[in-house]
């Protein structure tokens, strides 16, 4: 394996990203430039709808860039690889496949490592986010917090130097979002690889983040950074410090003003909405 | 009698009267009866309808049938049946694969299916007489040209709405093109290109009848088909019944064949 303590920075440098369709073209991202640092952990977080995703598809190759670049340690992105994966908003799993031959696949397809270390593998990582009873079983039969669990697991054991989280624990119940957090810290931790994890949930993104990186309203900039200087490894009595209560109010800050921008300048929007869920 | 024996004995009943005899069967045999129950009133009771059997008379036309030639006629539109269905999916599943991956081969292919597609496979009778000299192989294509669009329409739609995300994932665990294609796009497209062979069968039934009783060549058309012509309707009903049959036993033979394929769908 190659040394990926110190790979996988991430650049984004004056991307410009826009969506046309039949009349309009709609600017997503607008020369957004920022730095995701290598084996770290960067949570992206901005209001819903800020293109969030988009940053997600051009990292991971679904998306090209109309302007500027996006380089991971130093060379630009030419298409989806094993070395950026993707664990998306809601699951993705192959509903034919076993919670088993859904995290093989991966190694199956390009035949990195023989079958035998890939069911070791593939054994071990379901053990470690607790579905060892459920190697068999089709996505289906599992839980919404259990798929997520086995994706994280689908992504982990190709070893990527860039984890990239889409939301992936959006639509989840309070309790089981907590202990998928946990789930994942442990994994993080474990890795060191560098990571990026995209929400709208501030509790999430501090409990979660060494640096976070929060949005403008669409098109899309960096509005500021943050490092976030709790203590690891992250346990849930963080919540509790009196850190973690400074750095939240901070956030909401920064938010609220960015909120009160966005809804200012979108009275035209709010009426475009409106006549939208009429039709 | 022991209290266990009671105990079981009483158990018994609650399962048969949980699975079996509760209202919900009830129900759906009295569906039936009632329909039975219209059809002879609606025979005996109006001037409308007084030449048409009533369902005694054609389950008396079930003890007058010659087994041996019924079943000759059902071997032929059964055999007619599996050569169209079977030509539609050997000729239909490739097109409609080509259709939903290539774009090339969307806009080579697309507009001509989606121009002849329209037109009933029905009015394509007169036609096929110039097709083909032997009646059998007009029969063989009519019934083929049944199931072609179908199958052709729902692979290609299968394919073309398989979700993004899957691909997507795949694309980037390092999949190649044709292991998409084997491994991704088919699987995930799978319950649409069945529903497709389900419309199909049903599709090639419809065809083969109307074409055997144009023919004159035998099968269970012709045979419904003669006996309207010798006023003999008990055995028409009877015929109409055995057809539906067919096609239903078709329609299971496909489901039975998809739950194999995707055994991922039916877990529960």
């Keep these: 394996m190659v040394d990926s303590n110190h790979k996988g920075e991430v650049v984004f440098e ?5 969506v046309q369709t039949k009349k309009t073209e709609t600017i997503i991202l607008d020369h957004c430039s920022f730095v995701i640092e290598s084996g770290k952990l960067t949570v992206l977080i901005g209001p819903s709808g800020c293109g969030k995703t988009t940053i997600i598809n051009l990292i991971a190759g679904y998306e090209k860039p109309d302007r500027g670049k996006v380089l991971i340690d130093g060379k630009p992105v030419a298409g989806p690889d094993r070395e950026r994966l993707v664990v998306f908003q809601e699951t993705a799993l192959f509903p034919w496949l076993t919670c088993y031959d859904n995290v093989m696949f991966g190694p199956l397809a390009t035949k990195v490592m023989t079958r035998e270390e890939a069911h070791e593998q593939t054994v071990n990582l379901l053990e470690k986010v607790g579905l060892r009873d459920f190697l068999y079983k089709y996505p289906m039969q599992l839980s919404g917090g259990m798929m997520r669990r ?6 982990l054991i190709n070893r990527p130097t860039v984890m990239l989280m889409d939301e992936p624990f959006r639509g989840l119940d309070a309790m089981t979002r907590e202990l998928m957090q946990e789930y994942y810290l442990r994994l993080v931790e474990e890795s060191h690889g560098t990571h990026l994890f995209v929400t709208s949930e501030i509790e999430e993104a501090i409990f979660l983040a060494d640096r976070l990186i929060i949005m403008t309203n669409k098109p899309s900039r960096v509005k500021h950074t943050l490092d976030i200087d709790l203590p690891r490894p ?29 809804s200012r300048a979108s009275g035209k929007a709010d009426i475009a909405i409106e ?3 009429r039709t | 009698m022991s209290a266990s024996t009671l105990n079981t004995t009483s158990n018994l009943w609650k399962q048969v009267r949980k699975t079996v005899a509760n209202w919900t069967t ?3 045999i009295m569906s039936v009866l009632l329909f039975l129950l219209a059809w002879t009133i609606l025979v005996q009771f109006t001037g409308q309808f007084h030449q048409i059997p009533t369902p005694a008379a054609v389950f008396a036309a079930l003890f007058q049938l010659k087994l041996g030639v019924i079943f000759t006629e059902i071997f032929r539109s059964f055999l007619r049946v599996l050569c169209g269905f079977l ?13 939903g991956y290539s774009r090339i081969a969307n806009y080579l292919l697309f507009p001509a299916v989606e121009m002849v597609r329209p037109i009933p496979p029905i009015a394509w009778i007169p036609l096929t007489v110039l097709f ?8 063989v294509f009519l019934t083929f040209y049944g199931a072609f669009f179908p199958i052709v329409y729902n692979t290609m739609g299968g394919i073309s709405e398989v979700d993004i995300r899957l691909p997507r994932a795949a694309m980037s ?20 290109i069945f529903t497709g062979m389900k419309v199909a069968i049903g599709i090639t039934w419809l065809m083969v009848v109307a074409a055997e009783m144009i023919a004159s060549k035998g099968g269970l058309g012709y045979w419904v088909w003669y006996h309207h012509t010798v006023m003999e309707y008990p055995m028409v009903i009877l015929g109409m019944g055995i057809i539906g049959l067919c096609g239903a036993l078709c329609s299971v033979g496909i489901d039975v064949i998809g739950s194999h394929f995707m055994k991922w769908r039916n877990i529960f």
């Design chain 1, 14 to 18: 004056n991307v410009t990203r826009a």
């Design chain 1, 150 to 155: 086995a994706e994280l697991a689908r992504a």
């Design chain 1, 234 to 262: 992250r346990i849930a009595s963080v919540l509790r410090s009196k850190r973690y209560i400074e750095l939240k109010s901070l956030t909401l800050e920064i938010l609220h003003e960015e909120a009160v921008k966005a």
């Design chain 1, 275 to 277: 006549s939208g869920l």
């Design chain 2, 26 to 28: 009830v129900r759906r």
């Design chain 2, 87 to 99: 030509l539609g999916l050997l000729i239909g599943f490739p097109i409609g694969v080509a259709i």
């Design chain 2, 132 to 139: 083909f000299i032997n009646i059998e192989s007009q029969i």
């Design chain 2, 173 to 192: 665990f390092g999949i190649n093109r044709m292991g998409m294609l084997w491994k991704i796009i088919l699987p995930a497209a799978m319950p649409q």
